[in-house]
T-cell receptor
Framework: AQTVTQSQPEMSVQEAETVTLSCTYD???????LFWYKQPPSRQMILVIR??????QNATENRFSVNFQKAAKSFSLKISDSQLGDAAMYFC???????FGTGTRLTIIP | DAGITQSPRHKVTETGTPVTLRCHQT?????MYWYRQDPGHGLRLIHY???????DKGEVSDGYSVSRSKTEDFLLTLESATSSQTSVYFC?????????????FGEGSRLTVL
């Protein structure tokens, strides 16, 4: 059964603007990990950011940050100051059964 | 970059033939995984390994088998390939627990079953 949902198959953003990709998940566990992976056209999967559920503070990595809402089981990725190199498929992943969402294709408009 | 090599990178085969994909790592990581990627499905876990000769099934294991006789090699075998197994296959490795560790991925193997 699918436990990770990415409801936006495609998103686009103007270069230098901010975009938010959404992800929801389902679990009965209280401690777990969530991840965002990026897959550029080269097909190589790269970890963008990781969030530990027991940490209340949202993870941040340079221009990438998450909005983790544990009660709502929501884990969105915010990309600030979007750059052309951010164009890729973005996958939300949940450590239970190592499950990935279906992905969001992000296009950067110059 | 993590040292992960998948072979072959591209393969075209016919229905009913056996196929083996190889994943080789030079990182000495304990955990290894095989995923398949299909449009509209994202990545789905086929099998994973948590040590030499220790493997377990993932979400879509039917029609696939795996073996891990050495730390560095994880083989995925399609005993009798079907057209539904046309996909891009990714190997991944992780050093720490499968639940907490970052996954490092290979470059993928594109398999076409005619």
């Amino acid at each position: 059964a699918q436990t990770v949902t990415q409801s936006q198959p495609e998103m686009s953003v103007q270069e230098a603007e901010t975009v938010t990709l959404s992800c929801t998940y389902d679990t009965s566990e209280s401690d777990y990990y969530l991840f965002w992976y990026k897959q550029p056209p080269s097909r190589q999967m790269i970890l963008v950011i990781r969030q530990e559920a027991y940490k209340q503070q949202n993870a941040t990595e340079n221009r990438f940050s998450v909005n983790f809402q544990k009660a709502a089981k929501s884990f969105s990725l915010k990309i600030s100051d979007s750059q052309l190199g951010d164009a890729a498929m973005y996958f939300c992943a949940f450590n239970e059964k190592l499950t990935f969402g279906t992905g969001t294709r992000l296009t950067i408009i110059p | 970059d993590a040292g992960i090599t998948q072979s072959p990178r591209h393969k075209v085969t016919e229905t009913g033939t056996p196929v083996t994909l190889r994943c080789h790592q030079t990182e000495n990581h304990r955990y290894m995984y095989w995923y398949r990627q299909d449009p509209g499905h994202g990545l789905r876990l086929i099998h994973y390994s948590y040590g030499v000769k220790d493997t377990d099934k993932g979400e879509v294991s039917d029609g696939y088998s795996v073996s891990r006789s050495k730390t560095e090699d994880f083989l995925l075998t399609l005993e009798s390939a079907t057209s539904s197994q046309t996909s891009v296959y990714f190997c991944a490795i992780s050093e720490s627990s499968k639940y907490t560790g970052e996954l490092f991925f290979g470059e993928g193997s594109r398999l076409t079953v005619l």
